[in-house]
T-cell receptor, first 112, second 114 residues
Framework: GENVEQHPSTLSVQEGDSAVIKCTYS??????FPWYKQELGKGPQLIID?????GEKKDQRIAVTLNKTAKHFSLHITETQPEDSAVYFC???????????FGKGNQVVVIP | GAGVSQSPRYKVAKRGQDVALRCDPI?????LFWYQQALGQGPEFLTY????????KSGLPSDRFFAERPEGSVSTLKIQRTQQEDSAVYLC????????????FGPGTRLTVT
């Protein structure tokens, strides 16, 4: 099955700087790559997603890039704010296997 | 609008007891998924419904786990004869489409088996 890995496990950034989290996946059939933000005691919140027919997608301060050849995709957060502090999960999947496979998560800490 | 809701938010069960966890998906959403999240880990797939049909239950860890969605809306995950290793957060997600895209999660039910 699909195996998704995230790096680094913890990331600390100064407020206003950019944060980048990278994920790799193993199944070349995967064509859907969402990112979720999870705050303590809450469920994962979908923040952005990308499908394999595009290489980049942006939504205000966040963007996702996809490299299908290398089987990796990244989340970019610009102008970080304290409220961006959370655990971020990447996931991968395709319609044929009925599920998303998640990475183990990255703890992002934005230092005011 | 209303998101996915789950109840109870917290459940403590003694080993051997049966539990039932409820999920109310976003109205009109066709797909419903259950995931299990251990502490410090990402969600792990348990099962998938398209309307009332359970199309994939390959992630259920044992035959003590059972899920249903009889009318294609509310879903219940039942765990029989709970064990300590069942302690985790159980997450429900729903999607408007009949597949994996754009899944919206509920807050989860934290199950502790003592």
């Amino acid at each position: 099955g699909e195996n998704v890995e995230q790096h680094p496990s913890t990331l600390s950034v100064q407020e206003g700087d950019s944060a980048v989290i990278k994920c790799t996946y193993s199944d070349s059939a995967s064509n859907y790559f969402p990112w979720y933000k999870q705050e303590l005691g809450k469920g994962p919140q979908l923040i952005i997603d990308i499908r394999s027919n595009v290489g980049e997608k942006k939504d205000q301060r966040i963007a996702v890039t996809l490299n299908k050849t290398a089987k990796h995709f990244s989340l970019h957060i610009t102008e970080t704010q304290p409220e961006d502090s959370a655990v971020y999960f990447c996931a991968a999947g395709h319609r044929g296997n009925n599920r998303l496979a998640f990475g183990k998560g990255n703890q992002v800490v934005v230092i005011p | 609008g209303a998101g996915v809701s789950q109840s109870p938010r917290y459940k403590v069960a003694k080993r051997g007891q049966d539990v039932a966890l409820r999920c109310d998906p976003i109205s009109g959403h066709v797909s419903l998924f259950w995931y299990q999240q251990a502490l410090g880990q990402g969600p792990e797939f348990l099962t998938y419904f398209q309307n009332e049909a359970q199309l994939d239950k390959s992630g259920l860890p044992s035959d003590r786990f059972f899920a249903e969605r009889p009318e294609g809306s509310v879903s219940t995950l039942k765990i029989q004869r709970t064990q300590q290793e069942d302690s985790a957060v159980y997450l429900c997600a729903s999607s408007l489409s009949g597949d994996i895209y754009e899944q919206y999660f509920g807050p989860g039910t934290r199950l502790t088996v003592t």
